[in-house]
T-cell receptor
Framework: DTGVSQDPRHKITKRGQNVTFRCDPI?????LYWYRQTLGQGPEFLTY????????KSRLLSDRFSAERPKGSFSTLEIQRTEQGDSAMYLC???????????????FGNGTRLTVT | DAKTTQPTSMDCAEGRAANLPCNHS???????VYWYRQIHSQGPQYIIH???NNETNEMASLIITEDRKSSTLILPHATLRDTAVYYC????????????FGPGTRLSVLP
């Protein structure tokens, strides 16, 4: 399977615990994105990387959230001191930036569903 | 905010064409129209995108009006597996924040 892979698929944690999710993008893709989706809503942008550089962060990404993409390959999203409001599906996507604006579709993984009890 | 408006829901009979409309009246000249769909508990799946010309691939056709203020996604022979939420997105560049999902259209394909 050469698609975007996310691990784990499901995570249940207690409030106050830290969690970390992993995303493996499509191998030749240089851009990687994190989105969050709550029930009944469309995905909301969190942050994105161009290779290993984190270029943009949404206001949704509080200081309890941190994302990394070492060596421009896989990425991790960590949430510290989880709150019940963090319960959501966390989606990762990747794309290949060929320098042509607007013409590179994002390819999404199947997400990690986080439940904070 | 999403720059598109779509009907909340639509039904389609199995085997018939599903025509999903999208209004994007404020679209700029360099903004592409993208369509994605999302089946329950899965990530959004890319379907098709276009700038000005109509596009077709193995999944669907995209018809963009001449003034580019609206578009229609056509699934030529809908199957039960096409039941999903369909998102129409306009996007000017590769920045993630400009890839904004609205609530989409919930398409139900009926037997």
């Amino acid at each position: 399977d050469t698609g975007v892979s996310q691990d784990p698929r499901h995570k249940i944690t207690k409030r106050g615990q830290n969690v970390t999710f992993r995303c493996d993008p499509i191998s030749e893709h240089n851009r990687l994105y994190w989105y969050r989706q709550t029930l009944g809503q469309g995905p909301e942008f969190l942050t994105y990387f161009q290779n290993e550089a984190q270029l943009e962060k949404s206001r949704l990404l509080s200081d309890r959230f941190s994302a990394e993409r070492p060596k421009g390959s896989f990425s991790t999203l960590e949430i510290q001191r989880t709150e019940q409001g963090d319960s959501a599906m966390y989606l990762c996507a990747s794309s290949l930036d060929r320098g042509r604006s607007g013409s590179s579709p994002l390819h999404f993984g199947n997400g990690t569903r986080l439940t904070v009890t | 905010d999403a720059k598109t408006t779509q009907p909340t829901s639509m039904d389609c009979a199995e085997g018939r064409a599903a025509n999903l409309p999208c209004n994007h009246s404020t679209i700029s000249g360099n903004e592409y129209v993208y369509w994605y769909r999302q089946i329950h508990s899965q990530g959004p799946q890319y379907i098709i995108h276009g700038l000005k010309n109509n596009e077709t691939n193995e999944m669907a056709s995209l018809i963009i009006t001449e003034d580019r203020k609206s578009s229609t996604l056509i699934l030529p022979h809908a199957t039960l597996r096409d039941t999903a939420v369909y998102y129409c997105i306009v996007r000017v560049d590769n920045y993630g924040q400009n890839f904004v999902f609205g609530p989409g259209t919930r398409l139900s394909v009926l037997p």
